[in-house]
Structure formats: C-alpha cells, structure tokens
C-alpha cells in the first residue's frame, strides 16, 4: 500500500472514527453482494455491461475499505491469516474431486 492512501485511510479513520469506518465497510460489502446478484441476474447486453461496470466500481468501494480496516487492524496479522487460507486453498485445489 502507497505510503499517500495510508495518510487518508488514517485521515479517514481520523475523521470518522473506527466504529463509523466499521460500519461503512459493512455498508460496502452489502451493496456489493447486491451488485453480484444484479450481475448474474442480468440478461440483455447492455443490461450485463451495465452491471458489470457496476459490480466493479462496488469491488473497488469494499477494496479501498478493507485496506482502510488493515489500517485500523493488524495488517501483519491478517497478512497471516490470508497466507494460511491460501495453502489451505492449494491444498483443496490440489485434491481429485471426487476425494471432496
């Protein structure tokens, strides 16, 4: 993360405060379940780039609040708990599918 977003995630947080940036990422991350299902949802063309534009902008809204929650966190630790997820990850992919 550029040392420029780390100021204005701590300007944010400053700002608003830890529990109100909380709130704000679950606020996020529900209108991107809304995107995703409006994206799978949508049949016509024009209606599915619609979508789609849409779904990228809220990934990028939830993005930039999970980089704001590693502020407020543990980045280190999450970095942990993100690398044992990975292996368990590989692991699984590594496995024939009918062992699941």
């Known amino acids: 993360m550029a040392k420029k977003n780390g100021n204005i995630y701590a300007r944010a947080v400053e700002a608003w405060g830890t529990e109100s940036q909380m709130d704000q990422a ?23 780039t619609k979508a789609y534009l ?21 980045a280190t630790l999450i970095d942990k708990f993100k690398e044992e997820k990975l292996k368990r990850t590989e692991k699984r992919l590594k496995k024939p599918k009918d062992a699941e």
């Not at 779904?55 to 590693?70: G, K, P, S």
């Open 26 to 48: 679950i606020e996020e991350m529900a209108e991107l379940i809304q995107a995703i299902s409006k994206f799978r949802r949508a049949k016509t063309s024009e209606k599915k």
């Open 54 to 74: 849409h779904l990228c902008e809220e990934v990028a809204d939830v993005e930039n609040m999970i980089n704001q929650m590693r502020y407020m966190l543990d």
